[in-house]
């Protein structure tokens, strides 16, 4: 069968409109994994911060959190001295009052900083369904930048 452009596009636009749910509308695309607050932003060695984290739109987009950790990172210029320093591990608990929402409180491992753009990293791990139906798991992450003195 040979397809006109016309229908390409109509065809695509079809498919476009079921892979976006009317629901899903309200949030950004960059918020599908995870919505992260950070504070204080600015951090040194021991300091003691609170890191947020809101699923509402997440859900929307299908993502439904199965693991979460949370990694201080460099990005961008990594010269190969600073490996992922992980901050946490959590799950959501469904049982809460606010099963989409998460929060903590932590400090600043005494770790080794370099003068390099660091960002909180948080890897969202969540089920999708594969071609025979039967689920596995997929990662994915959303940086949040901090400025450690
Ligand atoms: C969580 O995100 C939703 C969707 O953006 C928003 O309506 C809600 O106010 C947020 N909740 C908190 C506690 O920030
Ligand atoms: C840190 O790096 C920036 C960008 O490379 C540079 O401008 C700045 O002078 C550096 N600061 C120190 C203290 O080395
Ligand atoms: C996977 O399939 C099940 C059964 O059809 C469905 O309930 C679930 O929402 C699907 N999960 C995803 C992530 O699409």
Do not use: H, K, W
């Not at 636009?13 to 600015?42: H, K, L, M, N, Y």
């Not at 990005?75 to 320093?85: A, K, M, S, T």
């Not at 608990?93 to 080794?112: E, I, R, V």
């Amino acid at each position: 069968m040979q397809l006109s452009f016309p229908t390409v596009i109509a065809t695509l636009a079809a498919v476009f409109a079921v892979a976006t749910p009317a629901a899903a509308q309200a949030c950004a695309e960059a918020d599908r994994f995870g919505v992260v607050t950070i504070s204080p932003t600015t951090l040194s060695p021991g300091e003691t911060f609170t890191v947020a984290a809101n699923f509402s739109c997440a859900v929307q987009f299908g993502v439904n959190p199965e693991f979460t950790d949370y990694y201080i990172e460099v990005p961008v210029g990594n010269n190969g001295f600073e490996p992922p320093i992980l901050l946490a591990r959590r799950t959501l608990n469904p049982s809460s009052a606010t099963p989409l929402l998460d929060s903590f409180t932590t400090q600043l491992p005494f770790a080794l900083y370099f003068n390099a753009s660091y960002v909180i990293v948080l890897d969202t791990t969540y089920p999708v369904n594969g071609t025979n139906g039967s689920p596995y798991s997929v990662v994915g992450s959303v940086d949040n930048p901090i400025t450690i003195l």
